[in-house]
């Protein structure tokens, strides 16, 4: 069964500045889609940048990228110019491309912005 | 806008009733999804659906039970609740397809606490 595993529990970062949110995953398959979730205090989800596992270029979105590393099987990311918006629960999140279409959670890293 | 709305966001229950969570989507979503969040766990699948009067256990199904006997409506149902089971609910649907379409839909969880 695939795994995924967020180390950092809690994280927090000065406004303005970087910081990189940690996930590792553990699977068999060589082709499968990796997911950053938002999850600010009115507890929506929100979508911040996928990767396909086939894709060596590293995802971006605005201030949001990823660094994978396959072979490593790590993928973290890197929110850069933080802002008091980004405070929130941050998911890694797997998805196998064939098969059951369900998403398999970290357990999450609460992100804390200091002004 | 697409949509997926779950019921209550707030949900308080006494030891041994039978409860039922709800779940509907607006956007003729094939797959839905019940995870269960609680702290430090991340999200942890309980069941799913592919369609219509199809459902899989996922990964803590022990204690719950799903209805689907329509397209737009996936019930979580809790047959005889304890107090181990307050979390929080999250619902989630997305369209079967190809390598193309990814995404999912969150509605905003429920708060059940179990007395």
């Given at each position: 069964a695939q795994t995924v595993t967020q180390s950092q529990p809690e994280m927090s970062v000065q406004e303005a500045e970087t910081v990189t949110l940690s996930c590792t995953y553990d699977t068999s398959e060589s082709d499968y889609y990796l997911f950053w979730y938002k999850q600010p205090p009115s507890r929506q989800m929100i979508l911040v940048i996928r990767q396909e596992a086939y894709k060596q270029q590293n995802a971006t979105e605005n201030r949001f990228s990823v660094n994978f590393q396959k072979a490593a099987k790590s993928f973290s990311l890197k929110i850069s110019d933080?802002?008091?918006?980004?405070?929130a629960m941050y998911f890694c999140a797997y998805r196998r491309?064939?098969?059951?279409q369900k998403l398999v959670f970290g357990q999450g890293t609460r992100l804390t912005i200091n002004p | 806008d697409v949509k997926v709305t779950q019921s209550s966001r707030y949900l308080v229950k006494r030891t041994g009733e039978k409860v039922f969570l709800e779940c509907v989507q607006d956007?003729?979503?094939?797959n839905m999804f019940w995870y269960r969040q609680d702290p430090g766990l991340g999200l942890r699948l309980i069941y799913f659906s592919y369609d219509v009067k199809m459902k899989e256990k996922g990964d803590i199904p022990e204690g719950y039970s799903v209805s689907r006997e329509k397209k737009e409506r996936f019930s979580l149902i809790l047959e005889s609740a304890s107090t181990n089971q307050t979390s929080m609910y999250l619902c989630a649907s997305r369209v079967t397809d190809g390598r193309a379409n990814y995404g999912y839909t969150f509605g905003s969880g429920t708060r059940l606490t179990v007395v």
């Open positions: 933080s802002q008091l918006g980004d405070a491309l064939q098969g059951a | 956007m003729d979503h094939e």
